[in-house]
């Protein structure tokens, strides 16, 4: 059978396969192209059209209508970058002979700054997730980590136990792609992490005995993936915010990531080095982070320079 005549999620399948293997991507990246493609094999479907015949103008079509339903730039982005990445796979497959998304122009980039948090907020949180009534320990280690280090929330509650072993001042995280690297750290973060671990181990042991098989992750849970899921700790966070009387709006697991950069820069860290410590392929990306800081500096000046002061005419 032809690759027109195959069923159009077998055209995804095979695709995300392809990704797999070659470019060991990450699950969650999985999910959303199965997201996305799915979705546009839908609308093709409803239009009698497959990917093996669809053309540059369903493609354009199709993002007109993700706007008219409301879909942000970032995700019509996305939706895009998936369809055009299916096509250049079916391309080097001879399933097509060209590629009718490759020209097709996405959203612009908003301009908008990342959300942060202040250095009195982060410690709020800290303090808080030190006095929490349940699982302090492994709590402190949850956020002193991140703060510490920037990690992605799927690289810190997917981490592998052996990396906490030796008292480490380097935590070697895995991130997108597969790709590694060393993250130093902070001395609050390496000691929230030893009083975790030994807690973590007697529990451990304490389950072995029982007949559970050991946990290779830090963070280990009863969950089917077997360490604690990104909704627990998002949910974890939320908690911690309305105990630390920070608005629980401005807390995500992102936003502790965005005031690690910003605080670094802010501290006169380089920015190639925070790049490094975030994980990012492309300094660019990096670059947000020092508009974050002009604008709080702009911020500081407006509000707290006399001369930037209305003059009292009473």
Same mark, same amino acid.
């Given at each position: 059978?032809?690759?027109?005549? !195959? ?5 995804? !399948? ?57 879909? %942000?730039? %970032?995700? #019509? ?7 055009? !990445? ?66 992605? +929330? ?6 592998? +136990? ?37 807690? #973590? ?23 089917? %993936?077997?360490?604690? $899921? ?20 401005? +807390?995500?697991?992102? $936003? ?39 604008? #709080? ?11 930037? #002061? ?5």
């Amino acid at each position: 059978m032809t690759a027109a005549g !195959q069923p159009m999620m077998h055209w995804i !399948q095979s695709f995300l396969e392809a990704q797999a293997a070659e470019l060991d991507a990450a699950t969650n990246t999985q999910l959303g192209y199965a997201r996305d493609l799915k979705d546009f094999a839908g609308w093709l479907d409803r239009r009698n059209r497959h990917f093996a015949d669809a053309e540059r103008g369903h493609v354009e079509d199709y993002l007109i209508g993700c706007e008219a339903e409301g879909l %942000a730039a %970032a995700t #019509r982005a996305r939706r895009l970058s998936a369809i055009k !990445q299916l096509y250049r796979f079916a391309f080097e497959e001879g399933w097509r002979e060209d590629n009718p998304a490759i020209q097709v122009k996405g959203p612009g980039k908003s301009k908008r700054l990342p959300k942060t948090l202040s250095v009195e907020q982060v410690g709020a949180l800290l303090a808080a997730a030190r006095e929490s009534p349940r699982d302090p320990l492994r709590n402190t280690c949850l956020m002193e980590l991140l703060y510490a280090t920037g990690m992605r +929330v799927t690289e810190l509650v997917t981490l592998p +136990v052996a990396a906490a072993r030796g008292n480490p001042q380097m935590l070697l995280v895995r991130g997108k792609g597969g790709k590694e690297r060393l993250v130093p750290l902070s001395p609050p973060a390496r000691q929230a992490m030893a009083d975790w671990l030994a807690a #973590r181990d007697t529990a451990e042991d304490e389950a072995r005995l029982k007949g559970r098989p050991p946990s290779a992750f830090l963070f280990p849970s009863r969950a089917k %993936a077997g360490h604690m $899921t990104r909704q627990s700790f998002f949910n974890l966070i939320k908690d911690l915010a309305a105990q630390a009387g920070v608005s629980s709006d401005a +807390v995500t697991p992102h $936003t502790l990531r965005h005031a690690f950069a910003t605080h670094l820069l802010a501290g006169g860290a380089d920015l190639r080095a925070i790049q490094t410590m975030l994980g990012h392929a492309d300094v660019a990306t990096t670059e947000i982070y020092t508009h974050v800081l002009d604008e #709080r500096l702009s911020e500081l000046v407006l509000e707290h320079h006399p001369l930037s #002061r209305k003059p009292d005419r009473g």
